[in-house]
């Protein structure tokens, strides 16, 4: 069965170091998800991205955020310059459009496992 | 501005037992998604709701989607110790997805 994955599972970073995280969407999604989740907290959205570009963000998705699809399958999130509230668990999520359109699709969210970021 | 709530936050019950998880949200939505999330581990789909009426059901869980009152709910059937996790709804607007807080569920044997 296709899966979502994302690397690196665990990523130790420096206060104010870059860092980009990678994922895998589902070869024939379109729809892309970054999210990210406080240990013991709620799930976060982050940023929607749709035909290369973002569709919609989240008020924590700043400057210091970015999204990219550079190659056709890889998705990353870009962090400029860490903070120590930034460390959290970041998914990545991916969906397949429906047949009505984009606001009528049927189709779920597939998450991938995952990738810790700790920042020191 | 979009806003689900999500209750209770946590729920301790017997095997056997039927319980419900309510999600309410604030305004119109093109869908509604039940996640399941085990301890340190991923998202797992459950359902996904779009119209009003709409239910679905796997095994002992059944969601269903009042969108008038924007509640959509999680009902679960003779619960089981397999299904002790945190359950989220979450809820999509034109691509901008909001999460409840989870509802710990614990079933004891």
């Known amino acids: 069965e296709p899966e979502v994955t994302q690397t690196p599972s665990h990523q130790v970073t420096q206060m104010g170091q870059e860092v980009i995280l990678r994922c895998v969407p589902i070869s024939n999604h379109l729809y892309f998800y970054w999210y990210r989740q406080i240990l013991g907290q709620k799930v976060e959205f982050l940023v929607s991205f749709y035909n290369n570009e973002i569709s919609e963000k989240s008020e924590i998705f700043d400057d210091q955020f970015s999204v990219e699809r550079p190659d056709g399958s890889n998705f990353t999130l870009k962090i400029r310059s860490t903070k120590l509230e930034d460390s959290a668990m970041y998914f990545c999520?991916?969906?397949?459009?429906?047949?009505?359109?984009?606001?009528?699709?049927?189709?779920?969210?597939?998450f991938g496992p995952g990738t810790r970021l700790t920042v020191l | 501005e979009l806003k689900v709530e999500q209750n209770p936050l946590f729920l301790s019950m017997q095997e056997g037992k039927n319980y419900t998880i309510y999600c309410n949200y604030s305004?119109?939505?093109?869908?509604l998604y039940w996640y399941r999330q085990d301890p340190g581990k991923s998202l797992e789909s459950l359902f996904v709701l779009l119209s009003n009426g709409a239910v679905k059901q796997e095994g002992r869980l059944m969601a269903s989607l009042d969108t008038k009152a924007r509640l959509s709910t999680l009902h679960i059937t003779a619960a089981v110790h397999d299904l002790s996790a945190t359950y989220f709804c979450a809820v999509d607007r034109d691509d901008k997805i909001i999460f409840g807080k989870g509802t710990r569920l614990h079933i004891l044997p």
């Open positions: 305004t119109t939505s093109d869908r």
């Open positions: 999520a991916s969906r397949f459009p429906g047949t009505s359109g984009r606001a009528l699709n049927t189709d779920t969210q597939y």
